[in-house]
């Protein structure tokens, strides 16, 4: 039972470009969704989070959209950059159980 | 400010030993949480302590187990080693279950089971 999926195991885009990177869940329990990078050989580096009473969170470059209707959050990355290329994972958890669920990751790649 | 610590980075065992591994905090954090990552699986949630108790705990067998100490650091204990076992095994901390704070992430101990 897999209640927080990215769907692409793999996303290659230009230098310049935009990067976007789904995740999809299906427990509507979940209250708090995060992206997180990670590095071989580091552990996952937390990058922006976004509350249910959201549907949009701003930082930088990173913008997380979150549509509860669909069960979907995004992670948009404008403008991508070399430095960007790793893999990404989505998560997601409810406030009283402190236990966060991690999609599979997607890898990304971005090309000079 | 330092980060979440984890020893040792890598640790080799036998099946059927036994693998302590450590984690501190991220100072003024209260709660600890550790994660398995397999070979070409996601991360697995293991076990959550908050405050010294156990909070939470994943879909793992009771051989997992694990101790949060006064000072908030943790261990997490892994008896009755076998061969699937092999993992990075990741630690994080966040400042505990009264808010919805995101986790912050150690670098991970790399145990194989030969």
């Known amino acids: 039972d897999q209640q927080v999926k990215q769907n692409s195991p793999s996303l290659s885009v230009q230098e310049g470009r935009i990067s976007i990177l789904n995740c999809d869940y299906t427990n509507s329990m979940f209250d708090y969704f995060l992206w997180y990078k990670k590095y071989p050989a580091e552990g996952p580096t937390f990058l922006i989070s976004i509350s249910s009473i959201k549907d949009k969170n701003e930082d930088g470059r990173f913008t997380v959209f979150l549509n509860k209707s669909a069960k979907h959050l995004s992670l948009h990355i404008v403008p991508s950059q070399p430095g960007d290329s790793a893999v990404y994972f989505c998560a997601a958890g409810s406030s009283n159980t402190g236990k966060l669920i991690f999609g599979q990751g997607t890898t990304l790649q971005v090309k000079p | 400010e330092a980060g979440v610590t984890q020893s040792p980075t890598h640790l080799i065992k036998t099946r059927g030993q036994q693998a302590t591994l450590r984690c501190s905090p991220i100072s003024g954090h209260t709660s600890v949480y550790w994660y398995q990552q397999a070979l070409g699986l996601g991360l697995q949630f293991l076990l959550w302590?908050?405050?010294?108790?156990?909070?939470n705990r994943g879909n793992f067998p009771p051989r997992f187990s694990g101790r949060q100490f006064p000072n908030y650091s943790s261990e997490l204990n892994v008896n009755a080693l076998e061969l699937e076992d092999s993992a990075l095994y990741l630690c994080a901390s966040s400042l505990g279950d009264r808010e919805l704070t995101p986790l912050h992430f150690g670098n991970g101990t790399r145990l194989t089971v030969t």
């Open positions: 302590y908050d405050e010294g108790e156990e909070r």
